[in-house]
């Protein structure tokens, strides 16, 4: 992790400020007249964790190994669960902020990515108290404790008033609700005697608005919270649960949907009860599920199954330096049984974020 030591000097300053000009320059979602979004800050799991798993031994949500990053720059595994890209660097790039979106907990993080946004995802995390337990991932509220730190070692380098300006203007992202779902609940029997789903839905929901409360008491006020994807329709899901035909499956993707009928409205609420604040509702689902269902329409040939070894249930360590890849991933909805390419990030997320981004403001 970065140390931070004293004000960063003035021409390391300049130097951000000339590179982040640039990339405003290259930005292609028009955001609205007079808005600005000086930076971005990433809580969520592995779709948008860029290598904070990479040190920690205990978990097995990890890939900071080949094939994962065959097409990253260089062909370096980063601990980015795809090819390539993920969502993550796709919305900074998109908004003109800088090319990547680093793992807060990289060593190799510079002082001066504090001052346009950083990345607390962990694989595996999620809603459920229990899902990140089960993982050995970084807990929601944990990353919301790593932006608290965060936002020390900014005020270190620009003062406070800075600070609070990048952290209040920043537009933070929450990406979860898959691994509760598909794995803490379907795979979980305890869970099961516990719960039923609309209970256990009432748990993702109110741990999701617990955690943007949260983030509010840290200082943000914009909050971007992307909805559960069609996680019955995942590959690896179809493998375990849709039967020989593989079939998406219908139990999976109606509680992801009950999921975020109940988080969109806890999140309307919001609103009104934390003022200042921009709290955002994303809906995911059905654009993934538009392209999973109908891959052709958006270029791609296969929507069922990853590109790493047979793509029916190869994921994280069963995704290895010996598992053979399809020729061309740029063909695939999926690069593994869990997680997209970038090729399909990049068909996604624009569009997503064109559509919602006025909602900040």
């Not at 003062?159 to 979860?176: K, M, P, Q, T, W």
């Amino acid at each position: 992790m970065v140390a931070v030591h004293g004000r960063v000097r003035v021409w390391e300053v300049f130097g951000v400020v000339i590179l982040l000009l640039w990339w405003k320059a290259q930005g292609l979602v028009k955001l609205p007249e007079n808005a600005t979004v000086p930076a971005v800050l990433m809580l969520g799991d592995s779709i948008v964790d860029t290598g904070n798993n990479n040190n920690n031994p205990t978990t097995m949500a990890r890939c900071n190994y080949r094939p994962y990053g065959k097409d990253f720059e260089g062909g370096i595994p980063t601990g980015r669960f795809s090819n390539g890209k993920v969502p993550s660097d796709i919305l900074v790039e998109e908004l003109g902020i800088k090319e990547l979106l680093p793992a807060y907990l990289d060593p190799n993080l510079q002082s001066q990515d504090l001052l346009t946004g950083v990345n607390f995802a962990s694989g595996g995390t999620g809603y459920d108290p229990l899902t990140p337990k089960l993982a050995a991932a970084i807990s929601l509220p944990d990353q919301v404790e790593l932006l608290r730190q965060y936002k020390e070692k900014l005020k270190a380098l620009v003062g406070e008033e800075r600070s609070d300006y990048i952290v209040s203007n920043s537009v933070v992202f929450v990406v979860a609700g898959s691994n509760d779902i598909a794995n803490t609940y379907f795979l979980s029997r305890a869970r099961q005697l516990q719960y039923d789903v609309p209970a256990y839905t009432d748990l993702m929901a109110t741990s999701a608005s617990n955690l943007v409360k949260d983030l509010y008491e840290a200082g943000v006020r914009k909050v971007g919270v992307l909805s559960a994807p069609p996680i019955g329709c995942v590959p690896s899901q179809r493998t375990l649960a849709g039967g020989i035909e593989r079939k998406c499956v219908d139990t999976f993707n109606e509680a992801a949907e009950l999921f975020n009928s109940k988080l969109s409205k806890e999140l309307a609420s919001l609103n009104d009860e934390l003022p200042g604040s921009r709290i955002v509702f994303i809906d995911v689902y059905n654009t993934l599920l538009d392209a999973i269902i109908n891959h052709d329409k958006y270029g791609f040939k296969v929507g069922d199954r990853g590109c790493c070894g047979t793509g029916k249930i190869e994921v994280t360590e069963l995704c290895n330096h010996l598992t053979p890849t399809c020729d061309d991933d740029s063909e695939y909805v999926f690069w593994d049984s869990f997680h997209p390419t970038e090729a399909a990030y990049r068909k996604l997320i624009p569009p997503v974020l064109a559509t919602y981004i006025s909602q900040f403001f």
